[in-house]
């Protein structure tokens, strides 16, 4: 997948790069758990009005309310699924960096000099 003779330096950006992607892509996610919740809700309380006479019962608005009910469910789980598996990804690079950085076996320098 990468080349073999990459320095160090270049692991560690590459595994920057990718921390970015990983962390954009949870941000993505998440929102559309939010999404898939309102999706949820409004389907539920379009069925709650008509259920309760707040609403005429057509047809259309009860597959509306089905449809917005369940797939807003679906949506909300597909997501935080992949929700985990992002965060997930993101650990092991972030620990892969740590071990990157680590094995430039760096020395940390003291007032020793002044």
């Given at each position: ?27 993505r996610s998440r929102r559309l758990v939010v999404v ?79």
């Amino acid at each position: 997948m990468y080349e073999a003779d990459t320095t160090p330096a270049e692991q560690i950006e590459r595994l920057e790069v990718e921390i970015d992607e990983l962390r954009e892509a949870i941000r993505r996610s998440r929102r559309l758990v939010v999404v898939g919740r309102a999706c949820a809700f409004a389907g539920l309380a379009l069925l709650a009005g008509l259920i309760l006479g707040l609403a005429i019962v057509t047809p259309i608005r009860m597959i509306v309310g089905v449809t917005l009910a369940l797939g807003g469910l679906v949506l909300m789980g597909s997501s935080v699924g992949s929700t985990r598996q992002l965060q997930l990804s993101l650990k092991r690079t972030e620990d892969e960096r740590i071990a990157a950085i680590d094995a430039l076996k760096l020395v940390e320098l003291g007032d020793g000099g002044r």
